[in-house]
């Protein structure tokens, strides 16, 4: 049986997965199987010559040692000769099954067994008292080494492992006789020992040598031959682009070219897209055959092909594939667990491959072959790079035509929607150019003005407002224009227009900028909220009274309850005394709901004006703290002030700043617990006077934390935000009031405690 030759070397890709370094490469791919060669074909002779040796070394100490030894050291000897007879058949039969570093190891043990029944005859054939016998034991043993270093030397290991066990004992056995000539021709086996060491590494480093050159011989000559054939069909799919400018025809060509150069039968090449989750898909572009007219691939095609040539299951081979972006191989498609049926009419597939194309890091494309006799590898997968950058060149191209596609399709779209927004929308929508003049006025700003687009258009758009915007609108259009602040471009608020019978009303503005071949245009977009703004008076009306109405009887509940507390544990049982504690405080919570809900109403209004003077802070603050004293009283805890500063001033209205700072307080006390305590800090900081109002709480989870920070730090004010549930309304009511007042909240972000931080500028002190 003739011996297969050595396994191809390894591609620079399967270097790099492997992390192995060039040497340790070298070794494996070429010199380990050159080595296995060499040594398996070397046994025969060496197996003759060992027993040939061995029958005359036991005839020639028949005489003078036992015969039991002589019997003992051959069974030793053949039978480590016997275990190296087996591997040997085995590796001429099925040495294929196995890697050339498995049969290299095996080789070795077997060796290194032999060694050792070598070395035992130092034991077992020494004879004492006859110093030509002993001589004769060291020239056999030193010739059975001599005969491994011919046979041996293309791996040094087990040459020298060989050499060391079967002369190393003898050394040990003559020196211990301590005769000077037992000690001489130890000595000398010992240097024989290191001259075999030498001879095999210069040996070894020859061979390695001539496998490298013959190798990069190889390497080179098969690196020309692919770089020719590959820019062929590189450049025949390039010339079919320019010619035809058809992206399908040149990426057919490349496909009909790659099943050449692979010896392939069937191929295709799909790209990659993304759905509106995320998910890829794949989408069939060029199918082709080896054979010029495959008739089963036309009918499949034409019949059986899934719609829009679209596969989107993801757990089949080209799932696989686009999932995790790697190179698929398959001999036995049919056997394989990856792979689902094929669809009905396809062409019968026996070996595949399927190889990701990227662009940068994103996959764009797959090429798939298939039926090569000879089946396909990872050396298929860095053999095409260069097709597969072409692939990515002309997926990149095809994108960008599709691109280029859907945007014209959606400009026109967009157009025609623009046009009919501007016909039929409900809002008014007038256009001016950087000067203030009318470009465009729809239908809407007709109903709402009472003016048709011919009697503005040209016009300057302050005519549609009242005094004192219509003689500033300008200069404030003139000022945006040098110093670029948007104002109120894009910021809905409330303003006020006139009619053309001269009639005010309030309507909501939103102003948009966009630029018209390099000048600025500006968009307003106009709705008469003249019916709103009577339906939230109507609303607030109604709130108001209602509030008042309910307060009225809860005010006369609250002072029954206090007298019907003083009496109460003297005359009412133990459980009523508990009942009017609780009805005593729900009342409060009632009173508290209720005058939030008029305060909230009060400052949704945009005409709400606040009285703000400078004062000083201590007096704010130690007064708001009095007012609270009750809830202080309901909670059994209490609120101190803490200051070393000179009664700093700042500009409030002293009014607001007490409920607005009475709102925290209610939170904070509410949070402490019985015999809790809140903290108020004084303290100046970088022109700003802060009050750090702060307790220790574990009521609040991380959640409820989380959703407090995110109410205080949303910058919507009240009047357009809302009351959402879960928001603590009396905090929404100081945050809105403070914003007025032009001062700052903060909830600072402790675990442990809840810290607000509300800060205002610092005015100057009176003197």
Known sequence: MQDNPPPPPKTEFENQVSGESSPELFQRQHLEPEQVRQLYQ????????????????????????????????NLILDSALLARLILWLSWKNVHQLYSARFWLNTFRLGTWLTGLAWGSAAFLLFAQDASIYQALLAFTLAGIATGSVTSLTVDKYCSIGFVILAISPLCV???????????????????????????????????????????????????????QRLEQIINSAQSTFIQENNVHAALESLLKNTLNLCDSKLGFISQVHRDDQDQPFMQALVFSSIKSNDLQLSLFREKNLPSNGEYRNLGTMFGSIMLTGKPLITSHLGRDLRAAALPPGHPAIESFIGIP???????????????????????????????????????????????????QAALEASNQQHQTILNDIADGIIIIDKFGIIQSFNHAAETIFGYRAPQVINKNVSMLMPEPYRSMHDSYLQNHLKTGKKNILGIGREVRGIRRN????????????????????????????????????????????????????????????TLLRKRASEELPEHLVNLTEIVQSNNYQLQKLMGNLLEMQNLSRTDLTFNLSYQPALPLIQAAVEQQQIFCDIYQNKAVINHNLNNPMINTDSRRFEQAVGHILQFLLKAAGRDGLVEINLIEERGQVKFEMKCISHKLDKAARSELQQQIEQKTSLHRAGYKEGVELGLAIAKEIIQRMHGTIELQPHMETINFEVGFPQAPQRY
Not at 62 to 73: C, F, G, S, T
Not at 515 to 537: A, H, L, S, W
Request: with cysteine; net charge negative; proline share 4%.
């Open 357 to 407: 194309v990227f662009n940068g890091k994103e996959q764009i494309a797959i090429l798939g072959l298939a039926n090569a006799p000879a089946g396909y590898s990872i050396d298929t997968v860095n053999y095409l790079e260069p097709i597969l950058k072409s692939i990515a060149q002309f997926i990149q191209t095809l994108s960008h035509q599709q691109q280029h596609e859907q945007d």
């Open 42 to 73: 070397g046994f025969p002779l060496s197996l003759f010559s060992s027993i040939v040796v061995a029958l005359c070394l036991s005839a020639s100490q028949w005489k003078v040692i036992a015969h039991a030894d002589i019997i003992l050291w």
């Open 173 to 227: 056995v003559m020196l211990l006789h301590n005769s000077p000539t037992a000690i001489a021709m130890g000595s000398m086996s010992f240097m024989f020992i290191l001259f075999v060491i030498a001879g095999t590494a210069r040996t070894r480093n020859m061979m390695t040598d001539q496998l490298n050159k013959q190798f990069d011989l190889l390497r080179l000559s098969e690196a020309l031959d692919k770089k």
């Open 502 to 561: 001269g009639q005010e009303f309030p309507m909501d503005l939103m102003v948009s900028r966009v630029y018209q071949q390099g000048e600025p245009v500006f968009i307003g977009i106009v709705r008469d909220i003249t019916e709103k703004k009577r339906i939230d008076d109507l609303r607030m009306q109604f709130i108001n009274a209602a509030t008042r109405e309910i307060l009225g009887p809860l005010h006369l509940i609250s002072e029954a309850i």
